[in-house]
Nanobody, 125 residues
C-alpha cells in the first residue's frame, strides 16, 4: 500500500521545461514507476517508465528525446522532466507504482496498482 502525491504542474510557455515530482509514502526502491497522462475524453496514455534502481527508462515515442524520468529512492521520489513542451502535452499527469511486470513486457502494458491523483500541466503559446 503506497500513497503517491504528484506536484510540479503549472502553466509554462511552449518550448520551455517543467519537472514533475511524485513522492511516495513508503519505500519504492524495488518498484518500477511510470508516468501517465489523460486528457478529457481521452484514454489514459503511457508516457514513461523507470526501473526500481533507476538504471533503465523507456518512453512513449511521442515524448522520447524530450521527456526524462529520474528517481531518488532515498527520498522516495520519482521525477518527470519535460523539455520543449508543446500545447498538445498539456493535460493531467499521474504517477503509478508497478504491480506486475515481466522483462518481456513493454512497460506500457504492465500492471500498475497504485496511482496518484495527478498534477495539471498547462502549456501556453
Amino acid at each position: 500500500q503506497v500513497q503517491l502525491v504528484e506536484s510540479g504542474g503549472g502553466l509554462v510557455q511552449a518550448g520551455t521545461s517543467l519537472r514533475l515530482s511524485c513522492v511516495a509514502s513508503g519505500r519504492i526502491t524495488d518498484y518500477g514507476m511510470a508516468w501517465f497522462r489523460q486528457a478529457p475524453g481521452r484514454d489514459r496514455e503511457f508516457v514513461g517508465h523507470i526501473s526500481g534502481d533507476g538504471g533503465k527508462t523507456s518512453y512513449a515515442d511521442s515524448v522520447k528525446g524530450r521527456f526524462t524520468n529520474t528517481r531518488n529512492n532515498a527520498k522516495n521520489t520519482v521525477y518527470h522532466t519535460m523539455d520543449s513542451l508543446r500545447p498538445e502535452n498539456a493535460t493531467v499527469y499521474s504517477c503509478a507504482v508497478e504491480g506486475f511486470c515481466s522483462s518481456w513486457m513493454a512497460p506500457a502494458n504492465c500492471q500498475y496498482d497504485w496511482w496518484g491523483q495527478g498534477t495539471q500541466v498547462t502549456v501556453s503559446t
